[in-house]
């Protein structure tokens, strides 16, 4: 009964490679974030949708495509990869854009770029 | 200067010791408060919410907003060594489109020694 699942939990590939993570909520929001976590622990949102609809797009390269085939799945495709791109990502849900202080958040993709 | 301040730390002390963790901010915008617990290699998890100003009291936890001096507290009473994570503070403005995003301290690494 895990209320925010990734897939996968550990992602290992070459750069230049492209990666899809995958997240599913069960929770029954309407609202799902991605967030990136680096190696110092600073979490930044990168994406988020309501409902389907992208409401926040923050300054992410646009080789990161986040696509969300309903309000209980959000997958982020990663092209053409970067070393740089190494880090922790982050699904999260909440009720609705409204409620983002009440966010829920995945156990993270580990993803590691060589 | 960064819109959200918080000492990394590592932050070490002794089972029973009350723990003090802090942030500062500099968007007057914010309203919304919170703190998360990240154990390693885990997702954050929401242990406080505070809007506005004031304190707030769960159990061993009291988090207390001083808007006046943009800054926020964590207290733990009769820390344990299961408190031992990393804590995030995170706000948002809530008014509206991206203002509804939070925005996150870069965490403090906390170790309850037994």
């Known amino acids: 009964d895990t209320a925010v699942s990734q897939t996968p939990k550990y992602l290992v590939t070459q750069m230049g490679n492209d990666k899809s993570i995958k997240c599913e909520q069960n929770?029954?929001?309407?609202?799902m974030y991605w967030y990136k976590q680096d190696s110092k622990k600073f979490l930044k949102i990168m994406f988020s949708?309501?409902?389907?609809?992208?409401?926040i797009n923050e300054t992410v390269p646009n080789r990161f495509s986040p696509k969300s085939p309903d309000k209980a799945h959000l997958n982020l495709h990663i092209n053409s990869l970067e070393l740089g791109d190494s880090a922790v990502y982050f699904c999260?849900?909440?009720?609705?854009?409204?409620?983002?202080?009440?966010?829920?958040f995945g156990p993270g993709t580990r993803l590691l770029v060589l | 200067q960064k819109e959200v301040e918080q000492d990394p730390g590592p932050l070490s002390v002794p089972e029973g010791a009350i723990v003090s963790l802090n942030c500062t901010y500099s968007?007057?915008?914010?309203?919304?408060f919170m703190w998360y617990r990240q154990y390693s290699r885990k997702g954050p998890e929401l242990l406080m919410y505070?809007?506005?100003?004031g304190n707030k009291e769960d159990g061993r936890f009291t988090a207390q907003v001083d808007k006046s001096s943009k800054y926020i507290s964590l207290f733990i009473r009769d820390s344990q060594p299961s408190d031992s994570a990393t804590y995030l503070c995170?706000?948002?403005?809530?008014?509206?489109?991206?203002?509804?995003?939070?925005?996150f301290g870069k965490g403090t690494l906390l170790t309850v020694n037994p």
């Open positions: 999260a849900s909440s009720r609705s854009p409204t409620r983002q202080e009440t966010q829920y």
């Open positions: 929770l029954g929001h309407d609202t």
């Open positions: 949708y309501n409902n389907k609809e992208l409401i």
């Open positions: 968007n007057s915008a914010f309203q919304y």
């Open positions: 505070t809007y506005s100003s």
């Open positions: 995170a706000m948002s403005a809530g008014s509206g489109g991206s203002n509804y995003k939070l925005t």
